[in-house]
Nanobody, 121 residues
Framework: QVQVVESGGGLVQAGGSLRLSCKAS????????MGWYRQAPGKQRELVAV???????NYADSVKGRFTISRDNAKNTVYLQMSSLKNEDTAVYYC???????????????WGQGTQVTVSS
């Protein structure tokens, strides 16, 4: 099994910054990708940013230039640095880890429990 744990959420004023962290642990043979999604009340979960083991990153248009995803591969940890936060960034942020547990095995996706980010005006 794999455990994914997020931290770093909280309340911040509009224009401020916040850094989220996410660590995956357990039966991980190789980490394929780690990413961040968010879900606001009444809305579907959406991709925020993703980082693959090959160095590829992708961002939602709404956060480009404001958010930065980074990884510590040795620690199976991914970070999301959020700057110039807006009210519309308020959501529960979920981390995901796409992993193989054995060589050439299938890729499984695991989710964290989510961390609340609230941006106040």
């Amino acid at each position: 099994q794999v455990q994914v744990v997020e931290s770093g959420g909280g309340l911040v004023q509009a224009g401020g910054s916040l850094r989220l962290s996410c660590k995956a642990s357990g039966s991980i043979f190789s980490m394929i990708a780690m990413g961040w999604y968010r879900q606001a009340p009444g809305k579907q979960r959406e991709l925020v940013a993703v980082s693959t083991s090959g160095g590829y990153t992708n961002y939602a248009d709404s956060v480009k230039g404001r958010f930065t995803i980074s990884r510590d591969n040795a620690k199976n940890t991914v970070y999301l640095q959020m700057s110039s936060l807006k009210n519309e960034d308020t959501a529960v942020y979920y981390c995901n880890a796409d992993v193989r547990m054995v060589l050439d095995g299938p890729i499984f996706r695991y989710w964290g429990q989510g961390t609340q980010v609230t941006v106040s005006s």
